[in-house]
């Protein structure tokens, strides 16, 4: 992904204009990304910017105060509570008035941003990101320096940051199938968390790291009849896709035939700004057909890549490139990365997603799915339980015994309940407590998980997430549960703004938007069981355990059962390779566990130094 990245470093150790182009060239994906550089020598103090050139912005780097101070910015400012427009300058404006007025002067940004602030004369470095920190920003201070970039693999530049493995982040990738709070996969790397300030006083080698914005600083809401809830949220979102979709941009859609794209389709305005509908899926599956019709009622451009027999003999191609984009911090099935290119030949600048749609329907949210057992926790002790047992990955089931060598092991089964206790402990104390869950599903999922596919998609595209808004979120936080467990919200959004879109089947259920449950129930099973007869128009377009097992087991045997591996001292070989036969076999479904190993491996090998040319030839292959 895009982004931006700096060396401050007093002590003269590594000179910074020397690093810092080592540093860019590890976070240039394609040969046709943009660079800005600001070079400070006689401080040894230097910044960086990739981009990927496509939205007309203010020139970068910004000077301010006669260039007493420079910015860079990676991402962009959509509102500011208190100003009419919002450039990238607002962000540097409001930094400026943050050591006199504390976190009031960050509250009102409203965007998808990172930022670094150089103020030569004072000697301290700044970094901000947006209050749902959409644009990881990765750092280390040590020895008096202080490194950061928006790709964790760039600050690995540096030859005296030692890429160990992290006991407790490994353990969390395991358990959770991702990382949690600000760990990563190396040691002493951290992730700056959401709504935070960063300052390093270069001088005395000092950092400190402040929140500007935690999501219990929503307002209380008064109490609000069912349809006043609903009408004020439909409101909310209006809002968030004004302030995302702009006049004269070449805008496309993900779409599939679920709620959340449908509902951002539904807001687009075709004659004002047309916008490509892109689906990915297998032809005349639910999804194609679905999507089709939808962009048709609207009037748009409909475009369809079909994920086909390629995608499978190219899959460690992907595969590679998934943990180069995302610096093996994310767990994908890679299904998305055939259509990066797609973007730039059809001319999108600009792509919506439907991420973080989940918090108007819960009842469907991966791992944070609430059910019975989740809506009747009644206190904040309660709810700290459900979460334990409920978003612990199966991934672990799929061994039995030791996993991993004794080191790492013994992290495996005593950090993950610590962290996952200290991460509910961060949330505000809500009412009811279960509201806990969405907060945490913000913090958490959407952070570490969904920041990571963006800056998978956001290295070909701009990318912007309607449903992640300030107050848009502000609103579902505090909105009543029961409200939040059905498609009731998209329900009512799509009847005032595209009531045609109703009457085609949401995809995932094959049952028209606010079917009873009993009905959804049935139409889901149908589903499920057309499409393992084979029944046309039915079949899923990910199979992945079956593709484990079949095509791509050589590509599972090489990776993990190879002399790397092995060596590596993480993994147990003898625990590695009764996994992979026993899934391989049919004996077992071990198919994220295998996924995660993978990453794993393939994101130690790079951060290791272990890619040879050819590797790294195909992870950058277009």
């Known amino acids: 992904m895009p982004g931006i990245c700096g060396v401050v470093d007093f002590t003269g150790t590594v000179p910074a204009d020397r690093l810092l182009p080592e540093m860019l060239g590890r976070m240039r994906h394609e040969p046709w990304y943009v660079e800005q550089t600001h070079l400070d020598p006689a401080r040894n103090v230097a910044l960086g910017r990739t981009s990927l050139g496509l939205l007309p ?31 990238i300058e607002t962000i540097f404006d409001c930094l400026e008035r943050y050591p006199a007025e504390g976190a009031a002067a960050l509250r009102g940004l409203n965007g998808s941003f990172a930022a670094v602030l150089w103020d030569r004369p004072a000697g301290v470095l700044t970094l901000v990101n947006d209050r749902f920190a959409m644009r990881p920003l990765y750092y280390v201070e040590r020895n008096g320096r202080l490194l950061f970039a928006s790709n964790l693999h760039a600050i690995l530049a540096d030859a005296g940051i030692e890429p160990a493995v992290s006991e407790i982040g490994l353990a969390e990738f395991l358990t959770y199938g991702q990382y949690l709070g600000t760990d990563t996969s190396v040691e002493g790397i951290r992730v700056l968390p959401a709504g935070c300030v960063a300052r390093f006083e270069a001088s005395r080698g000092k950092l400190a790291v402040e929140r500007y914005w935690s999501h219990g600083d929503y307002p209380g809401r008064p109490e609000l009849g069912e349809e006043d809830w609903l009408e004020a949220i439909d409101e909310a979102f209006a809002g968030s896709m004004a302030r995302r979709v702009r006049a004269g941009e070449r805008l496309g859609i993900a779409l599939s035939g679920g709620l959340d794209a449908r509902s951002i389709l539904a807001l687009v305005d075709q004659e004002r700004t047309p916008a490509a509908s892109v689906c990915y899926s297998v032809r005349g599956s639910l999804d194609d057909r679905c999507s089709a019709e939808m962009t048709r009622i609207a009037g748009g451009r409909y475009i369809h890549h079909e994920l086909g027999t390629t995608f499978l003999g190219e899959y460690e191609r992907h595969l ?9 911090q994310y767990l994908s099935q890679c299904i998305v990365l055939p259509v990066l290119p797609l973007f730039r030949e059809r001319g999108i600048d600009v792509l919506l997603r439907g991420h973080a749609g989940e918090l108007m329907h819960m009842r469907k949210a991966y791992a944070y799915s609430l059910d019975r057992g989740g809506l009747a926790a009644r206190s904040p002790e309660a709810v700290s339980e ?53 907060e945490l599903f913000v913090n958490q999922r959407l952070r570490r998980e969904t920041a990571l596919s963006m800056a998978k998609i956001g290295s070909a595209v701009e990318v912007r997430l309607p449903f992640l808004d300030n107050d848009l979120v502000g609103l579902l936080l505090k909105a009543p549960p029961e409200l ?14 595209r009531p045609a879109f109703l009457r085609v089947v949401n995809a995932n259920t094959g049952a028209r938007i606010g079917a009873n449950r009993l009905y959804e129930r049935f139409t889901t099973i149908r589903m499920r069981g057309l499409g393992r007869l084979g029944v046309p128009g039915y079949q899923p377009y990910e199979r992945l355990g079956l593709w484990l097992r079949r095509e791509l087991g050589p590509m599972v045997r090489s990776i993990l059962l190879g002399e790397r591996c092995a060596a590596r001292g993480i993994f147990d070989p003898d625990a590695v390779r009764t996994v992979v036969e026993a899934h391989l076999g049919g004996r077992r479904n071990a198919t994220y566990l295998i996924m995660a190993m993978m990453v794993i491996e393939l994101g130690q090998q790079r951060v290791a130094g272990e890619w040879g040319e050819a590797e790294e030839a195909l992870a950058r292959a277009a």
């Open 57 to 87: 912005e203010a020139a970068q780097p910004v000077e301010r105060r006669a260039g007493g101070q420079v910015g860079l910015v990676d991402g962009e400012l959509y509102a500011c509570e208190g100003r009419d427009g919002a450039g």
């Open 320 to 328: 590679r490139r998934m943990v180069r984009l995302t610096d093996g």
């Open 386 to 438: 459900w979460l334990l047992g409920h978003l612990q990955s199966y991934m672990l089931d799929a061994v039995d015994g030791p996993l991993l060598t004794p080191r790492y092991q013994e992290a495996l089964e005593s950090v993950p309940r610590q962290k996952l206790l200290e991460c509910i402990a961060e949330t505000a104390p809500a009412s009811p407590p279960v509201q806990a869950v969405w």
């Open 484 to 497: 939040k467990m059905t498609d009731r919200i998209q329900g009512h959004l799509l009847a005032k703004r």
